[in-house]
């Protein structure tokens, strides 16, 4: 019979997520929900009071009416969440710490972008808990930086970093775009390499989404703005695997490698199908089987929803195959009852024979069983692949 949510999971430590809607500049090539103001102390006031109704119905889920709910990872996502005064961020910080019990070691993930770093903002920032700083640094080529209406230049990057470790931050991402207007293998090589001799303990690599709607996307469509060819994307992309790997980063998911121990705990609930809160516009939460979309407009605190098997199958796929440990057919026979290669035989055997997908013997846990991952080619198709497998669940009933 189908369970929920994978009983070794129920109880586990939640995630929380803050999304902090403010930007200086929007970027040109950004279709995320933020605004270009100044953050609002009754945005931070509200957040605050959806907080403690959030860890009530989380309580009452887990069955754990009564007591505070646990979490180990709090992610404060933008927007740029360092524009937010320190007052604005406390605000938030007190309400989780008085709602949920937080682990002694809890990642507190903080999004920047170097225009806001300075040594008081770091400073600031240790002082109020967090203890991890993902900044977007995105190119150190102030040509591509400007292509992609970034509002700071390589330099403010460098020095943003320095200030961060300055402050004390041992554990620090530092998020690149390839694939970017403007860019050149050479221009990517080059900052690779030397946010790479930087040192930071772990580094997102994201392909450069074209996004309809947005100020690029419509330079691009009108011809004024062009993308570097498919071939040179993933010749950056295979130049970013080799070289990671080569100077000890652990390539753990499609688009991030750490170095060893500094994989983001946050993110991996995402790819693992863990608890999470999210609070703020947009925010997402996922939480027993039920997932939702908070609707500020609407006064919802977490907008959940009962997702359906097929829903959850297929969350289960986009998820797990982004992690390059792969999906084990032993967590998949634990959350739905089935056997994922008598299920979806056909597509998988199909991709597996195209070379884009393997199946090879593992073990999750105490569990053996096969272990799908992608292969070096499906990696370069990762969208599609995904995109059948998913497709495939409705007709596999």
Not at 75 to 88: C, D, I, V, Y
Not at 105 to 121: R, W
Not at 240 to 255: F, N, P, Q, R, W
Request: proline share 5%; with cysteine; aromatic share 10%.
């Amino acid at each position: 019979m189908y369970e929920r949510i994978d009983p070794a999971k129920k109880t586990g430590p939640l995630g929380i997520y803050v999304h902090v809607p403010y930007c200086i500049r929007k970027c040109r090539y950004c279709d995320f929900v933020s605004f270009e103001k100044a953050p609002e102390d009754e945005y931070f006031r509200r957040i605050a009071q959806d907080i403690e109704k959030g860890a009530n119905a989380a309580a009452g889920l887990l069955g754990t009416a009564g007591r505070k709910p646990s979490a180990d990872t709090v992610f404060f996502g933008g927007g740029t969440p360092s524009l937010a005064s320190k007052e604005q961020l406390g605000t938030v910080l007190d309400a989780i710490r008085n709602a949920f019990e937080l682990s002694p070691d809890a990642e507190m993930t903080i999004e920047m972008n170097p225009e806001t770093v300075t040594a008081g903002k770091a400073s600031e920032l240790k002082a109020l808990g967090f203890s991890r700083v993902s900044m977007g640094v995105q190119s150190l080529d102030d040509k591509v930086l400007k292509a992609m209406g970034r509002i700071h230049g390589a330099d403010r990057a460098r020095k943003a970093y320095a200030a961060l470790r300055e402050a004390g931050f041992d554990n620090i991402n530092l998020d690149l775009i390839f694939g970017a207007p403007e860019q050149e293998l050479k221009s990517w090589k080059d900052t690779l390499d030397e946010v790479i001799s930087m040192r930071p303990e772990h580094i997102s690599f994201y392909s450069l989404q074209l996004e309809e709607g947005t100020p690029l996307y419509k330079d691009y469509t009108s011809g004024r703005a062009d993308l570097p060819p498919w071939e040179l994307n993933r010749e950056m992309y295979r130049y970013a695997l080799g070289t990671l790997k080569a100077a000890g980063y652990h390539h753990y998911e499609i688009s991030n490698a750490a170095l060893p121990g500094f994989e983001c705990r946050h993110n991996l609930k995402y790819w693992s199908m863990q608890p999470y809160l999210g609070f703020g516009t947009s925010a997402h939460s996922f939480i027993e089987g039920r997932r939702g979309e908070a609707d500020y407009c609407k006064g919802s605190t977490l907008g959940l929803k009962e997702e359906t098997e097929e829903e959850l199958k297929g969350d289960f796929i986009f998820t797990g195959l982004r992690l390059t440990r792969g999906l084990y057919a032993a967590d998949w026979k634990s959350m739905f009852g089935s056997d994922i290669f008598e299920e979806l035989r056909e597509p998988l055997e199909e991709l597996i024979g195209k070379g884009l997908l393997s199946a090879e013997e593992g073990s999750c846990g105490t569990h053996p069983g096969k272990v799908i991952r992608f292969t070096p080619e499906g990696l370069d198709r990762t969208n599609p692949v995904m995109e059948e497998l998913i497709g495939a669940l409705g007709g596999s009933k």
